[in-house]
């Protein structure tokens, strides 16, 4: 039984369109990364920040610390956490619509969707560790910083206990089906 709802099939192809982004955004990164890696001309106009990357035209405009100004270990680590990053959140926004479609087909409550809850946890979980540790720059000082990122570990707790809550749905409904 597939259910004509609105706000579902919005949530479904935003949730597609968004882990189509995603999944773009990496391979545009992974491809950067090569390319910059060979044309250190444009070290200048690029900056790094975790989850995204800005390109400045004009170099005057630039905030924060280009990359020519980076250490080759903190260059790769921004790239590894912009790509994995990338890619994580792609798979999330895929299991999200996965989640999604059951839902459409009537399945409120199947092991699935049990599944796909526990790999969006999983999803943030990563995404907590890989934004972890990271390069702070400031015009003085160069560190390595270490923040622990408490958005990221909510949403995974909130999926976790979506997981479980579904689940003990699940346990209902396979004992409605057995009642006469």
């Known amino acids: 039984m597939k259910t004509k709802n609105l ?9 597609w369109f968004l882990s189509l982004s995603s999944f773009f955004m990496s391979g545009v990164l992974f491809l950067s990364a ?5 044309d250190s001309d444009l070290y200048n106009s690029v900056e790094l920040v975790p989850l995204g990357a800005k390109y400045y035209f004009v170099e005057e ?3 924060g610390t280009p990359i020519a100004d980076l250490q080759p270990w903190n260059f ?12 994580v959140l ?4 895929l299991f999200s619509r996965r989640i999604v479609h059951l839902v ?4 409120m409550f199947s092991s699935e969707q049990i599944k796909w809850f526990n790999g969006i946890g999983i999803g943030f979980l990563i995404l907590a560790a890989i934004t972890f540790f990271g390069p702070d720059f ?7 910083t270490f923040s622990f990122n408490v958005k990221f ?4 707790l909130f999926s976790f206990i979506l997981a479980e809550i579904f689940q003990e749905g699940n346990r209902l409904n396979e004992e409605s089906k057995l009642t006469v």
């Open 7 to 15: 706000k579902l099939s919005v949530a479904y192809w935003m949730c």
């Open 34 to 38: 090569i390319f910059l890696s060979f």
């Open 61 to 63: 405009n630039m905030q």
């Open 76 to 87: 790769w680590w921004l790239f590894f956490q912009n790509i994995v990053g990338f890619a």
């Open 90 to 93: 792609g798979l999330i926004f």
């Open 104 to 107: 459409q087909r009537g399945k």
């Open 138 to 144: 400031t015009e003085e000082t160069r560190r390595a």
């Open 153 to 156: 570990i909510f949403a995974a």
